[in-house]
């Protein structure tokens, strides 16, 4: 019964190549994340939806792209994969999108990303 | 905007030792603050968190933090660490306009050690 999952754990993969990371959470949420976090362990949001809507974009390459195809979903797709695009990306989920600070961000177990 | 800076990037201590991780914080306005611990392998999870009210916060495993506003700061606490205890600590700050956007630290790795 994990609350928000990611698949895969571990992605290895060529430059240039395209590749998505999935991600569900099944605690009835409608607001969800995606953060990367580098090699530094620097941990940045990327993107957030509330009920399929995009509320946060962060200044990240078009390149990446998010879909929601329902508010338990919130997929990433990469494009033209680079280098610099190794890192560990980790999905969360909060309640609602009212911007509460009481809405706790759950997160998913974070999927590394290995571009070679 | 906001940042945070965590300036130890690794803390070893012995068990039932004490130990603190410390966070400062830069904000042109007011903030709401978080610690996050992520266990090895594993997402992360909320440990404690400021809103309002009493700057001295708990979480049920007996850490605590306490927000200064004077030094910007929420540093975690706790009396007598376990082996358990072993995992990455982020500190995070949300802006009161935009809580949504968490910015985070850099982590501390705590090591405990018997």
């Known amino acids: 019964d994990t609350a928000v999952s990611q698949t895969p754990k571990y992605l290895v993969t060529q430059m240039g190549n395209d590749k998505s990371i999935k991600c569900e959470q099944n605690?009835?949420?409608?607001?969800m994340y995606w953060y990367k976090q580098d090699s530094k362990k620097f941990l940045k949001i990327m993107f957030s939806y509330n009920n399929k809507e995009l509320i946060i974009n962060e200044t990240v390459p078009n390149r990446f792209s998010p879909k929601s195809p329902d508010k338990a979903h919130l997929n990433l797709h990469i494009n033209s994969l680079e280098l610099g695009d190794s890192a560990v990306y980790f999905c969360?989920?909060?309640?609602?999108?009212?911007?509460?600070?009481?809405?706790?961000?759950?997160f998913g177990p974070g999927t590394r990303l290995t571009v070679l | 905007a906001q940042s945070v800076t965590q300036l130890d990037s690794q803390v070893p201590v012995f068990e039932e030792a004490p130990v603190e991780l410390r966070c400062n914080y830069s904000?042109?306005?007011?903030?709401?603050l978080f610690w996050y611990v992520q266990y090895p392998n594993q997402g992360l999870q909320l440990l404690l968190k400021?809103?309002?009210?009493?700057?001295l916060v708990e979480s049920i495993n007996g850490f605590e933090a306490e927000f200064n506003k004077s030094q910007t700061s929420f540093h975690l606490r706790k009396p007598s660490v376990h082996i358990s205890d072993t995992a990455e600590y982020f500190c995070?700050?949300?802006?009161?306009?935009?809580?949504?956007?968490?910015?985070f630290g850099t982590g501390t790795r705590l090591q405990v050690f018997p």
């Open positions: 605690l009835g949420h409608d607001t």
């Open positions: 904000s042109s306005v007011s903030v709401y």
């Open positions: 995070a700050v949300s802006s009161l306009y935009n809580t949504d956007k968490l910015i």
């Open positions: 969360a989920s909060s309640q609602d999108g009212t911007g509460s600070p009481y809405n706790e961000q759950f």
């Open positions: 400021y809103l309002s009210g009493s700057t």
